[in-house]
């Protein structure tokens, strides 16, 4: 049984469903299905039920899984502690927004109670860059949003948030329990630098183009429509500063939490960081939503 293809099996046991698990090893569904087939052939056992909408978990499947985390997880550990033994141990962080993600909060407790030793950096970008200096090669792994041009990086999804139009408290549309992007048009909204990438301003932005002033944090974002009263969008889920309204967009996709590193990045402590990361907004799911950061 080789680690590789219980990192195969967890993928399908979280997602319930071959396509997504697949599109997040990056891997085509096929050999994953192969790979899982051969699993359950070696352990003598059926671990998952298969349907046209996805797969469900058999009893001996759940034990797998919990035993398969915990097998991975420690394999992850010993590497990142060989690794250490060989040098100073270190991960850089990129983190995307003002940092006021609750998800972000007790990852860092638990990355912290699990590898006490390790030296943490951060890097807190703005919101030009949704890979957080990944391309520059600044961080080993962004904690970030989703969409952005994903070439030579993987990407793990952590939570997908709804989104709504942000705007002035007395703005009109304010008073509405739903907005769809049509109710906008014509609006001035807060929009990113030329440069940006192409997905990700064309996901805040509507799939439209737009006037009105340049932003690049989170707090431009909000004073732009305070001060300006330009709307644009936001991740529902956390309180707007006085003055300031969130109202749900009917039409829009979530904005999604995402973790992301270069595909060929030799760090240790990258799929340790990933897997905690993953457990640790499970966790926060199952409590209750967490703030956004954006």
């Not at 994903?150 to 939570?159: D, I, K, N, S, Y």
């Not at 309180?239 to 270069?262: C, H």
């Amino acid at each position: 049984m080789e680690l590789r293809t219980l990192r195969y099996f967890v993928a399908v046991a979280e997602e319930l469903h071959f396509g997504r698990a697949a599109a997040r090893l990056h891997m085509s569904q096929p050999p994953l299905s192969r790979a899982i087939k051969q699993l359950e052939t070696g352990l003598g056992a059926t671990l998952l039920h298969r349907s046209a909408t996805g797969v469900t978990l058999t009893p001996a499947g759940a034990l797998l899984l919990d035993e398969a985390r915990d097998l991975l997880d420690r394999a992850d550990r010993l590497r990142a502690r060989v690794a250490a033994q060989a040098g100073p141990a270190a991960i850089t962080i990129g983190l995307l927004g003002d940092g006021s993600d609750l998800g972000a909060v007790r990852l860092a407790d638990a990355f912290r109670e699990r590898y006490p030793g390790i030296e943490v950096r951060i890097r807190d970008a703005d919101l030009t860059d949704p890979t957080c200096g990944l391309r520059a090669g600044l961080v080993d792994i962004a904690l970030t949003r989703a969409p952005f041009d994903e070439t030579g990086l993987t990407v793990h999804e952590l939570r997908a948030d709804p989104v709504g139009a942000v705007l002035r408290a007395d703005d009109p549309l304010a008073r509405h329990e739903h907005l769809e992007l049509a109710d906008l048009a014509g609006r001035r909204w807060f929009r990113f630098p030329d440069g940006t990438d192409p997905l990700w301003w064309s996901y805040w932005n509507g799939g439209e183009l737009r006037e009105g002033p340049v932003v690049r944090a989170v707090q431009e974002c909000r004073q732009a429509v305070l001060w300006n009263g330009t709307v644009g969008m936001t991740p529902l889920g956390h309180d707007m500063p006085e003055g300031l309204a969130a109202v749900p967009l009917a039409d829009m996709a979530p904005s999604r939490v995402v973790a992301a590193w270069n595909e060929n990045d030799p760090n240790p402590l990258i799929p340790s960081f990933v897997r905690i990361a993953a457990a640790t907004y499970r966790s926060a799911h199952r409590d209750g939503p967490s703030p956004s950061d954006v």
